[in-house]
């Protein structure tokens, strides 16, 4: 699952801050956001 965030977190960058927001939160998308 880390794999995964890192890979769309590297698409499109954003804060530490959102990753932990995921993390708390997989249901979310990281589309929207």
Do not use: A, E
């Not at 699952?1 to 530490?16: E, V």
Request: charged share 20%; no cysteine; net charge positive.
């Amino acid at each position: 699952m880390q794999r995964q965030s890192l890979g769309k977190l590297h698409h499109r960058p954003s804060p530490p801050r959102t990753t932990d927001y995921f993390t708390d939160n997989p249901t979310i998308p990281l589309g929207p956001v």
